[in-house]
């Protein structure tokens, strides 16, 4: 089993439509979870970090956590084309400072 | 204010060579961090600076590779000798202060190794 696991996409949805990305982690410790944007050619990018259960809002970026679950999401309100890239989900786990990614989600704006 | 800085962008070397990257993280940034992603996988934590001290290198391949941070600035990744499966990208990060703080990521050096 994968620490961090994402499904690779591609996930496609037209503008103006939720894009919904989705993550698990292994590790039930774990207290920092980030989703990261990246461009193809570009370096990671953090748009959204969260902490404690429920969820963070920032514009029209929505992260949901579950620890329980062991389940992290983000929402990406009004899709943009722009918004096309591959999104990462990070968690920093117990017992190091080490930051475990995930494979990363494709996702597709379709103008 | 400068972000994270890689040098080189590319490099493409032989089996059996040397090749040294350089980061430079973003001035007063304490916490300095590698990263590789290998072609189709995810990437990878290989090892955390606090200032010149590794706090963590739980994530380095192996004893081809050594990092360096003389100084607590710049930082060297060196492989020595360099495999195919070295190919990768490798990325450097930097943070202010560690756990919840923003890393910053590098432009990355894309290493080549035939």
């Known amino acids: 089993q994968k620490e961090v696991e994402q499904n690779s996409g591609p996930l496609s949805v037209p503008e103006g439509a939720i894009a919904s990305l989705n993550c698990t982690y292994s590790?039930?410790?774990?207290?920092?979870f980030f989703w990261y944007r990246q461009y193809s050619g570009k370096s990671p990018e953090l748009i959204m970090s969260i902490y404690s259960n429920g969820d963070k809002e920032d514009g029209r970026f929505t992260a949901q956590l579950n620890k329980a679950s062991q389940y992290v999401s983000l929402l990406i309100r009004d899709s943009q084309p722009s918004d096309s890239a591959t999104y990462l989900c990070a968690v920093k786990g117990t017992g190091g400072f080490k930051t475990i990614f995930g494979a990363g989600t494709r996702l597709f704006v379709k103008a | 204010e400068a972000g994270v800085t890689q040098f080189p962008s590319h490099s493409v070397i032989e089996k059996g060579q040397t090749v040294t990257l350089r980061c430079d993280p973003i001035s007063g940034h304490d916490n300095l961090y590698w990263y590789r992603r290998v072609m189709g996988k995810e990437i990878k934590f290989l090892l955390h600076f606090v200032k010149e001290s590794k706090q963590d290198e739980s994530g380095m391949p192996n004893n081809r590779f050594l990092a360096e941070r003389t100084g607590g600035t710049y930082s060297t990744l060196k492989v020595q000798p360099a495999e195919l499966e070295d190919s990768g990208v490798y990325f450097c990060?930097?943070?202010?202060?560690?756990?919840?703080?923003?890393?910053?990521f590098g432009p990355g050096t894309r290493l080549t190794v035939l």
């Open positions: 590790d039930r410790g774990s207290q920092s």
């Open positions: 990060a930097s943070s202010l202060t560690d756990f919840t703080d923003t890393q910053y």
